[in-house]
């Protein structure tokens, strides 16, 4: 059973950064595309940046210049590094990943349990 593990979140002060980590356990075949989303209670999860196997990568518009998504394939892991940060980007943070588990199998989503990222005013 694959489950994606992510690292990183934390209380921080506006201006401050923090980086966020994800990476999947059990057994993967292939990664295709990785990306982070957020919500915050009464909304919608909402994309903030992703990054395909190519690493062509995409933002939200919110995010631009501040936030930046890479990936290590050889550890299948996605970095989200987050710089000046303020309070609207305060939000459970999820780890999304497009992958498959075997060389036969089809390429299925998983999603993370989340991490909280709180930005103080």
């Known amino acids: 059973q694959v489950q994606l593990v992510e690292s990183g979140g934390g209380l921080v002060q506006a201006g401050g950064s923090l980086r966020l980590s994800c990476a999947p356990s059990?057994?993967?075949?292939?990664?295709?595309?990785m990306g982070w989303y957020r919500q915050t209670p009464g909304n919608e999860r909402e994309l903030v940046a992703s990054?395909?196997?190519?690493?062509?990568?995409n933002y939200a518009e919110s995010v631009k210049g501040r936030f930046t998504i890479s990936r290590d394939n050889a550890k299948n892991t996605v970095y989200l590094q987050m710089n000046g940060l303020k309070p609207e980007d305060t939000a459970v943070y999820y780890c999304?990943?497009?992958?498959?588990?075997?060389?036969?199998?089809?390429?299925?989503?998983?999603w993370g349990q989340g991490t909280q990222v709180t930005v103080s005013s």
């Open positions: 059990g057994s993967i075949f292939r990664i295709n595309s």
């Open positions: 990054i395909d196997s190519l690493g062509s990568t």
């Open positions: 999304h990943s497009n992958l498959r588990t075997t060389a036969w199998g089809t390429f299925n989503g998983y």
